[in-house]
C-alpha cells in the first residue's frame, strides 16, 4: 500500500502547532528532519538486502520444485504472522531502537552462518528452510518497531510526507531488489548474497547506533504483567478506538482485494486473454509508476487535511480502475488503468498509514504496528488462495470485478464513519 514503544518524549509532536506564516501568507513547508532521513535511507539499504535474499531463497527452492519452493516461502511467513503479537508487545516492553538493534545483530549472525553454510553445502532444502524460519521470526520482532520509526523521529504534521517518501523508497528498493538478485545469484551464488545481506544489516546497524542520542530518553512503556496481558491490552486498545477499528478494517480489505491485483490478477488475467510477456510487464510497471507519482506528490505537496477522506478517495480511484482494467480493449487504455491503480493504492497507503501511527498512544506503538502488519499479512493469505481457486472457474476479469466492487464499497462505508471521515491532519487549517 504497501504498514513501537517508547515513551511520549520520544515521540514529541511539536509540529502539530501551526508553522508561523511567511511573508507570502503561506506556510512554509517543514523539512522532515535529518535524523529520519538517516533512519531511512538505512532502512532502505538493509530492505534491498532482504528483497534480494527473498528473491535468491525462492530461486534456490524452486530448483528443489514448487512444493519446496511453497515451504520455504510457508516458512518465512508463518512464524512472522505467529510471532507479530508478540513482537509488538516486546517492542513496546524494551523500546523499538533496542528491538531493532538486536535485530540488526540476529541477521548478521543469520547471514554469515548462512553464507558459510551456502558455501560449504550449497543451497539443499534444509538449509533454505531454516533460513526462512530464522529470517520469519527476526521480521516478527523487527517490522512492528520498524514501523513506528516515522513517529517517533517526525513530527504529526509532516507524517505523511515521511510517509510517503518511505512508500516511495520501498517501490523503488523492489525494483532494484528482483534485478540485483537476479545478477548476483547468477555470479556469487546463495552465500553472496548472504554476504551482502551481512553488509546491508551492518550498516542499518551503524546508522542505529548513530541516531542513539534521539532515543536516549526513551523508556519502556509502563507494563502492569505479562506478555500476554500486553497483547491483549494492544487489541482491546484496537477494538475500542473506533478510528483504528475502522482504518484496520479498510486496511483489511485494501490488502485482501487490492494488493493481489498486480501478484496474481494482472497475470492471470495476462494469460486468459493473451496479452504478451511484455504488455502484462508494462501493466505491473505502470502500477508501480502510480504509487511513486502520487507519493512524490504528497512528498512535495504534504498530505491532505483530512486524510481520511483522501484515503477513501484513493481507494474508489483504485476501484474504479481496477473495473475498467477487467473489461479494457486495447492496450492503451489497459495500461492507463494499471496507472489509476497504483495511484488510488499510493493515495490510500499515504493517508490512511500516517491515521494508524497518530491514532495510537505512544505505550502502545508496537502492538497497534504489529497488529497492522498482521492484518494485512493475514489478509493476504486468505484471500490469494481464495481468488486464484476463484479464477480456476470463472473469468478473471469477473474475479477482478469483483474486487473492483469491494474496494469501492468499503471507500463508500469507510466515507460513511464520521471518526474516519473527520479526522484532520495536525495542521492544516481549518
Known sequence: MTVSS???AATTTASSVSPPASASGAAPRERLPGVFRLWLAGALVSMLGTSVMWFALGWSASAHGGLAAGLVLTAVNLPRFALLLVGGAVGDRVGAWRV?????????????????AAWRFGAPLWLLLVAGLLIGVVDAFYLPASGSMPRRLVGEAVLSRAIALRQ???QLTMFAGGALGGVLMARAGLSGVALLQVGTFSLMLVVLVGIRGRFAGERPAPSGGSVARDIGDGLRLAWRTRLLRVSLAVTAVAAGCLL????????????????SAELAGVVVGSQALGIVAVSLAVLWRGGAGLPGVAAAVGLLLAGGSMAVLAVAPVPGVVVAAALGVGAGNGLFGAHVAPLLLTAAPPSHLSRVQAIVTMVQSGALLAMIPLLGAAAEHIPVAAVLGGCALVVAGTAACALASEPFRTVRRPGAAG
Not at 100 to 116: E, F, H, T
Not at 260 to 275: K, T
Request: a neutral charge; glycine letters at 12%.
Open 100 to 116: 531493532m538493534v538486536a535485530g540488526d545483530v540476529a541477521m548478521v549472525v543469520v547471514s554469515l552462518g548462512l553464507a558459510a
Open 260 to 275: 493481489p491485483v498486480v501478484s496474481l490478477l494482472v497475470p492471470l488475467l495476462a494469460r486468459e486473454r493473451g496479452w
Open 6 to 8: 517508547g515513551s511520549a
Open 168 to 170: 516511495t523508497g520501498v
